[in-house]
Structure formats: C-alpha cells, structure tokens
C-alpha cells in the first residue's frame, strides 16, 4: 500500500487548510485511513481517521468541531478540513493506514510522508 499526501502549508490562526491523501496498491474493504501529527519535541499523536467499510469517523478531542474527515470511494481518497487552526496545530501531518480497529501509532500498517502544516499567531 502506498499512501501519498497532499495539501498543508502556511497559514495564519483562525484559517483553513484541506489535506488529502491517496492510498494505491492492495488493498481490502476492512481498513482504515486516516491522519497523525507531530510537533518538534512531542511524540506524534492521533487526529483524525475513518473506517473505509461503514464511513465511521473517528476525531481527537482537541479536533473535534474544527477538523472533518471524509472519504472519496471512487477515488480511494480521505482528507482532512481543517478550519479556525490555532498555533498549536502546527506539526508535521502523517497519512497512516491500519488493518486494525485502533488507532495508535504503533499499530498503523503503512505511513505516508508528512507534510507540513504551520499556523503563525
């Protein structure tokens, strides 16, 4: 599975950015694509991620009523909206893809490279 994202950038607080990310190659109808971030010095954490079978959605708490994930079938696309970005919000985002029901970082099956994503005050 090979997973290329899209999208990031520089933008300034209460602004909007959109990350997209494609998976090709094999894949199978039970699993899950969704998005990670990491901030220098932090350990990269879980922000958003939706079951492909189902659609379920599944968002952290410090995203939640600010970012929206959704699918695209046809073209085996999700991507992130992200809207009033804060400061803290900068990081490099992860595209990540699981098998699994969880979503933790050390259980993500194939990682896309990070684009980066900065909100200046």
């Known amino acids: 599975v090979q997973l290329q994202a899209s999208g990031g950038g520089l933008v300034q607080a209460g602004g909007s950015l959109r990350l997209s990310c494609a998976a090709s190659?094999?894949?199978?109808?039970?699993?899950?694509l969704g998005w990670f971030r990491q901030a220098p010095g932090k350990e990269r954490e879980f922000v958003a991620g939706?079951?492909?079978?189902?659609?379920?959605?599944y968002l952290s708490d410090s995203t939640k009523g600010r970012f929206t994930i959704s699918r695209d079938n046809a073209k085996n696309t999700v991507s992130l909206q992200m809207n009033s970005l804060q400061p803290e919000d900068t990081a490099v985002y992860y595209c990540a893809f699981t098998y699994g029901s969880k979503w933790d970082y050390h259980g993500m099956d194939y990682w896309g490279k990070g684009t980066q994503v900065t909100v200046s005050s």
């Open positions: 939706i079951r492909w079978s189902g659609g379920v959605k």
């Open positions: 190659g094999r894949t199978f109808s039970s699993y899950g």
